[in-house]
């Protein structure tokens, strides 16, 4: 399943960014250091052409260190792609932001030619969070819910560096069903896109394949069920999650357990990889051609039925002129014997 989740300030913002582009030196894309390669927006890659791209790997505290370095590496080395991880909340990284950024861009930098930065990213993955950082002052607000950030905004961080925000931009349809849920388990997606137990239980599932030693002692399990519902359900029992008569409540349960994984209590995690992203986007390519392929077999097959129907109409048509032709001949022999 596909997520369908584009706000109509979404559209708007893709059209300002459109129109904003030839005006960047650079693009600051904040991305989820959980989920880097879903967290970005392949339409945001697509409109900045050859503006180099700092791309700021947010929530670093969240994110399993190991799994973040296999990014780094799988980025490094491309002329237009700086990567590091960050936090909004770390003030050593906030002010390494310009040095990066001088970087990227070291042909300005002046008070004449200050660098233009444009900062953008999916709903809800720290952009007002490091505009406020970057400035010092609360100038964006700041919400847990997807799509806070509205209008766009230019300010002034130094006499050489400038920012403009574009608000979060997800794309109209996440092609890769994987990607949707993982945005979903961490949040980016808006909480009724998907169904909160299906989110739950495919959070669950990547636990007990990818961290079950941090899953098994946040829940104190002393076995796991290779069922993921099996295990929401022990999860719901063991932290409340109960309906009158002591059965689980499951939409409850996975409330408590998806808290959990987005506030970083079962512990860091990332829950993808450059390899495991390739293979998906094999598979999604894959899917589309095959689709694309039964189309078009479709559109051959019905070649013929219009080919038929056109032939009966022709008939249909040469009859009903017959018809006419042979009931104006009887009339007017009709009135010959009159």
Do not use: C
């Not at 693009?27 to 050859?50: C, F, W, Y």
């Not at 932290?239 to 860091?268: Q, T, W």
């Not at 097959?301 to 009887?330: E, G, I």
């Amino acid at each position: 399943m596909s997520v369908q989740w584009y706000p109509g300030h979404m559209n708007k913002a893709r059209r300002e960014i459109e129109e904003v582009m030839a005006q960047v030196d650079i693009v600051i894309e904040v991305l989820d250091a959980r989920i880097p390669d879903s967290s970005q927006n392949p339409m945001l890659n697509t409109l900045r052409g050859d503006v180099p791209v700092l791309r700021l790997l947010n929530k670093k505290d969240l994110a399993d260190k190991a799994r973040l370095d296999l990014w780094l590496e799988h980025w490094r080395g491309s002329e237009t792609v700086l990567a590091h991880p960050f936090s909004t909340l770390d003030k050593a990284d906030v002010a390494r932001i310009s040095q990066w950024v001088g970087q990227m861009v070291p042909h300005r930098g002046s008070a004449e030619k200050p660098i233009r930065a444009m900062i953008a990213g999916i709903p809800n993955v720290g952009k007002s969070s490091l505009m406020n950082a970057l400035l010092g002052r609360r100038v964006a607000k700041v919400g847990d819910e997807p799509a806070v950030t509205k209008a766009q905004q230019k300010l002034k961080v130094t006499n050489g560096f400038q920012i403009l925000d574009t608000p979060g931009i997800l794309w109209p349809k996440i092609e890769n069903p994987d990607a949707s849920y993982r945005l979903a388990v961490t949040g980016a997606v808006r909480d009724t896109a998907i169904d909160y137990e299906d989110v739950a239980l495919v959070g669950v599932k990547f636990f007990i394949t990818d961290y079950l030693d941090a899953l098994m002692t946040r829940y104190k399990l002393k076995d796991v069920s290779s069922d993921p519902y099996e295990v929401l359900r022990v999860i719901g029992s063991k932290r409340g999650a109960l309906r009158s008569g002591g059965k689980v409540d499951m939409h409850k349960a996975a409330e408590v357990f998806l808290n959990d994984v987005r506030a970083g209590a079962i512990g860091p995690y990332v829950m993808e990889t450059p390899e495991m992203i390739a293979h998906e986007e094999r598979l999604v390519e894959e899917a589309k051609a095959k689709k694309e392929a039964e189309r078009q077999a479709r559109l051959a097959a019905a070649v013929p039925q219009r080919q038929q129907a056109s032939n009966r109409a022709y008939r249909d048509n040469q009859t009903h002129q017959t018809d006419q032709a042979q009931s104006t001949k009887h009339d007017e022999n009709t009135n010959d014997k009159q």
